[in-house]
Protein backbone atom coordinates (compact mmCIF):
# COMPACT_ATOMS: atom_id res chain seq x y z
CA UNK A 1 0.00 0.00 0.00
CA UNK A 2 0.92 3.39 -0.66
CA UNK A 3 -0.83 4.88 2.08
CA UNK A 4 -1.51 8.66 1.71
CA UNK A 5 -0.25 10.50 -1.10
CA UNK A 6 -0.19 14.30 -1.88
CA UNK A 7 1.17 16.14 -5.52
CA UNK A 8 2.82 18.66 -5.98
CA UNK A 9 5.10 18.53 -2.83
CA UNK A 10 6.11 22.27 -3.71
CA UNK A 11 4.61 25.10 -5.59
CA UNK A 12 4.46 28.50 -5.83
CA UNK A 13 1.65 30.61 -6.44
CA UNK A 14 1.55 34.57 -7.43
CA UNK A 15 -1.71 36.38 -5.44
CA UNK A 16 -4.72 35.80 -7.51
CA UNK A 17 -3.90 32.29 -8.76
CA UNK A 18 -5.67 29.43 -8.22
CA UNK A 19 -4.58 25.64 -7.63
CA UNK A 20 -6.07 21.62 -6.67
CA UNK A 21 -3.63 20.04 -4.32
CA UNK A 22 -4.48 16.40 -4.50
CA UNK A 23 -4.85 13.86 -2.20
CA UNK A 24 -5.21 10.10 -3.19
CA UNK A 25 -5.26 7.09 -0.17
CA UNK A 26 -5.03 3.13 -1.00
CA UNK A 27 -6.65 2.35 2.55
CA UNK A 28 -10.65 2.54 2.02
CA UNK A 29 -10.34 4.86 4.47
CA UNK A 30 -14.23 6.48 5.09
CA UNK A 31 -12.90 9.80 6.99
CA UNK A 32 -10.41 11.79 5.14
CA UNK A 33 -9.28 15.28 5.82
CA UNK A 34 -7.08 18.64 4.82
CA UNK A 35 -4.81 20.28 7.51
CA UNK A 36 -2.50 23.23 7.51
CA UNK A 37 0.84 24.09 9.24
CA UNK A 38 2.16 27.20 9.68
CA UNK A 39 5.76 27.72 10.90
CA UNK A 40 6.33 26.24 14.30
CA UNK A 41 2.71 25.96 15.06
CA UNK A 42 0.05 22.72 15.62
CA UNK A 43 -2.09 21.37 12.40
CA UNK A 44 -5.65 23.62 12.11
CA UNK A 45 -8.49 21.77 10.23
CA UNK A 46 -9.96 22.73 6.40
CA UNK A 47 -12.16 20.50 6.00
CA UNK A 48 -12.93 16.89 6.35
CA UNK A 49 -15.30 14.24 4.88
CA UNK A 50 -16.57 11.45 6.33
CA UNK A 51 -17.16 9.24 3.01
CA UNK A 52 -18.24 10.35 -0.97
CA UNK A 53 -19.92 12.98 -1.37
CA UNK A 54 -20.07 14.25 2.40
CA UNK A 55 -18.29 17.43 3.00
CA UNK A 56 -17.80 19.19 6.31
CA UNK A 57 -15.81 22.63 7.20
CA UNK A 58 -13.31 22.46 9.68
CA UNK A 59 -11.81 25.62 11.91
CA UNK A 60 -10.05 27.22 8.95
CA UNK A 61 -12.27 26.75 5.70
CA UNK A 62 -12.26 30.85 4.28
CA UNK A 63 -10.20 30.99 0.92
CA UNK A 64 -10.41 26.65 0.60
CA UNK A 65 -13.06 24.27 -0.98
CA UNK A 66 -13.28 20.62 -1.37
CA UNK A 67 -14.69 17.62 -2.96
CA UNK A 68 -14.80 14.16 -2.44
CA UNK A 69 -16.34 12.20 -5.37
CA UNK A 70 -14.94 8.55 -4.81
CA UNK A 71 -13.37 7.04 -1.86
CA UNK A 72 -10.08 7.32 -2.50
CA UNK A 73 -9.68 10.66 -3.70
CA UNK A 74 -9.86 14.00 -1.67
CA UNK A 75 -8.67 17.51 -3.61
CA UNK A 76 -8.13 20.81 -2.21
CA UNK A 77 -9.16 23.81 -4.16
CA UNK A 78 -7.81 27.29 -3.43
CA UNK A 79 -9.15 29.77 -5.13
CA UNK A 80 -7.79 33.53 -5.67
CA UNK A 81 -4.45 32.62 -3.69
CA UNK A 82 -3.29 35.07 -0.99
CA UNK A 83 0.17 34.76 0.91
CA UNK A 84 -2.09 34.12 4.20
CA UNK A 85 -2.39 30.55 2.70
CA UNK A 86 1.51 30.19 2.19
CA UNK A 87 1.88 27.20 4.55
CA UNK A 88 2.29 22.97 4.10
CA UNK A 89 -0.99 21.37 3.92
CA UNK A 90 -0.97 18.19 5.00
CA UNK A 91 -4.07 15.46 4.23
CA UNK A 92 -4.91 12.49 6.19
CA UNK A 93 -7.40 9.58 6.44
CA UNK A 94 -8.59 7.39 8.94
CA UNK A 95 -11.44 4.50 9.37
CA UNK A 96 -13.64 4.48 12.39
CA UNK A 97 -12.97 1.42 15.24
CA UNK A 98 -16.14 -0.33 15.00
CA UNK A 99 -16.90 -0.04 19.38
CA UNK A 100 -14.17 2.32 19.79
CA UNK A 101 -14.42 5.42 21.74
CA UNK A 102 -14.28 9.17 20.60
CA UNK A 103 -10.84 10.05 18.98
CA UNK A 104 -9.76 6.12 18.69
CA UNK A 105 -9.45 6.23 14.87
CA UNK A 106 -5.73 6.20 13.70
CA UNK A 107 -5.13 9.13 11.21
CA UNK A 108 -3.06 8.39 8.41
CA UNK A 109 -1.12 11.57 7.09
CA UNK A 110 0.48 12.43 3.66
CA UNK A 111 4.13 13.28 3.18
CA UNK A 112 2.55 17.45 3.00
CA UNK A 113 2.60 19.76 -0.29
CA UNK A 114 4.60 22.94 0.55
CA UNK A 115 2.54 25.73 -0.71
CA UNK A 116 4.48 29.74 -0.92
CA UNK A 117 1.83 32.77 -2.79
CA UNK A 118 4.12 35.49 -3.08
CA UNK B 1 -10.31 26.34 22.91
CA UNK B 2 -7.50 24.09 23.68
CA UNK B 3 -8.22 21.13 25.32
CA UNK B 4 -4.51 20.18 26.38
CA UNK B 5 -1.44 21.61 27.93
CA UNK B 6 1.54 20.43 27.33
CA UNK B 7 4.95 21.77 27.81
CA UNK B 8 6.44 23.65 24.38
CA UNK B 9 10.45 21.80 24.50
CA UNK B 10 12.29 19.72 26.41
CA UNK B 11 15.80 18.58 25.85
CA UNK B 12 17.77 15.45 26.56
CA UNK B 13 20.51 13.35 26.25
CA UNK B 14 21.14 10.07 24.47
CA UNK B 15 20.20 7.21 26.33
CA UNK B 16 17.81 8.76 28.84
CA UNK B 17 14.56 8.22 29.64
CA UNK B 18 11.79 11.10 28.53
CA UNK B 19 8.67 11.44 30.21
CA UNK B 20 6.32 14.30 28.51
CA UNK B 21 3.37 15.05 30.88
CA UNK B 22 -0.05 16.39 28.93
CA UNK B 23 -2.95 18.05 31.36
CA UNK B 24 -6.39 17.59 29.86
CA UNK B 25 -8.83 18.17 32.77
CA UNK B 26 -11.57 18.65 31.17
CA UNK B 27 -11.72 15.33 29.09
CA UNK B 28 -15.10 13.92 28.66
CA UNK B 29 -16.14 10.67 29.71
CA UNK B 30 -15.51 8.38 26.16
CA UNK B 31 -12.46 10.54 24.90
CA UNK B 32 -9.30 8.83 24.49
CA UNK B 33 -5.96 10.07 24.69
CA UNK B 34 -3.82 9.61 21.31
CA UNK B 35 -0.39 10.53 20.72
CA UNK B 36 1.42 11.14 17.60
CA UNK B 37 4.97 12.07 16.89
CA UNK B 38 5.87 14.77 13.60
CA UNK B 39 9.34 14.84 12.13
CA UNK B 40 10.64 17.81 10.30
CA UNK B 41 9.22 17.90 7.05
CA UNK B 42 6.87 14.79 7.45
CA UNK B 43 3.30 14.54 8.41
CA UNK B 44 2.40 13.56 12.08
CA UNK B 45 2.94 9.80 12.84
CA UNK B 46 0.68 7.87 15.45
CA UNK B 47 2.55 7.04 18.29
CA UNK B 48 0.34 5.19 21.00
CA UNK B 49 -2.69 5.73 22.93
CA UNK B 50 -5.07 5.02 25.62
CA UNK B 51 -8.16 4.94 27.92
CA UNK B 52 -6.62 4.42 31.06
CA UNK B 53 -3.57 2.98 33.50
CA UNK B 54 -0.95 1.89 31.45
CA UNK B 55 -0.47 1.23 27.54
CA UNK B 56 2.93 0.24 26.31
CA UNK B 57 3.97 -0.59 22.39
CA UNK B 58 7.43 -1.11 20.61
CA UNK B 59 8.09 2.27 21.18
CA UNK B 60 5.80 4.05 23.68
CA UNK B 61 4.62 3.43 27.02
CA UNK B 62 1.91 5.99 28.28
CA UNK B 63 0.95 6.31 31.90
CA UNK B 64 -2.61 7.69 32.44
CA UNK B 65 -3.99 7.93 36.42
CA UNK B 66 -7.38 7.32 37.67
CA UNK B 67 -9.20 10.54 37.51
CA UNK B 68 -7.52 10.52 33.53
CA UNK B 69 -6.95 14.89 33.92
CA UNK B 70 -3.48 14.21 32.84
CA UNK B 71 -1.24 11.46 30.83
CA UNK B 72 2.11 11.24 30.19
CA UNK B 73 4.48 9.48 27.31
CA UNK B 74 7.70 8.05 28.20
CA UNK B 75 10.59 7.04 25.68
CA UNK B 76 12.35 4.72 27.45
CA UNK B 77 16.21 5.03 26.03
CA UNK B 78 15.70 7.89 22.99
CA UNK B 79 18.24 8.66 20.85
CA UNK B 80 19.04 11.39 18.20
CA UNK B 81 16.74 10.26 15.81
CA UNK B 82 13.78 10.45 18.45
CA UNK B 83 14.00 14.78 17.79
CA UNK B 84 10.85 15.46 17.12
CA UNK B 85 7.57 17.21 17.85
CA UNK B 86 5.11 15.37 19.90
CA UNK B 87 1.40 15.83 20.19
CA UNK B 88 -0.89 14.70 22.65
CA UNK B 89 -4.81 14.85 20.88
CA UNK B 90 -8.19 14.87 21.97
CA UNK B 91 -11.24 14.58 20.12
CA UNK B 92 -12.59 17.99 19.40
CA UNK B 93 -15.77 18.80 21.76
CA UNK B 94 -18.81 17.72 19.97
CA UNK B 95 -16.96 16.54 17.41
CA UNK B 96 -17.24 13.15 15.00
CA UNK B 97 -14.84 10.33 14.94
CA UNK B 98 -10.83 11.53 14.00
CA UNK B 99 -11.38 15.45 14.67
CA UNK B 100 -8.77 15.65 16.63
CA UNK B 101 -7.24 18.52 17.87
CA UNK B 102 -3.49 19.47 16.94
CA UNK B 103 -1.93 21.68 19.43
CA UNK B 104 1.94 23.15 19.00
CA UNK B 105 3.16 20.00 21.00
CA UNK B 106 6.27 19.29 22.92
CA UNK B 107 9.64 19.66 20.88
CA UNK B 108 11.81 17.00 22.20
CA UNK B 109 15.46 17.68 21.14
CA UNK B 110 18.08 14.72 22.09
CA UNK B 111 21.66 15.91 22.45
CA UNK B 112 24.66 13.45 22.13
Known amino acids: NAGVTQTPKFRILKIGQSMTLQCTQD?????MYWYRQDPGMGLKLIYY???????DKGEVPNGYNVSRSTTEDFPLRLELAAPSQTSVYFC?????????????????FGPGTRLTVL | LAKTTQPISMDSYEGQEVNITCSHN???????ITWYQQFPSQGPRFIIQ???TKVTNEVASLFIPADRKSSTLSLPRVSLSDTAVYYC?????????????FGRGTQLTVWP
Open chain 2, 89 to 101: LLPREGSTLGRLY
Open chain 2, 26 to 32: NIATNDY
Open chain 2, 50 to 52: GYK
Open chain 1, 92 to 108: ASSYPVSGGGSGTDTQY
Open chain 1, 49 to 55: SVGAGIT
Open chain 1, 27 to 31: MNHNY
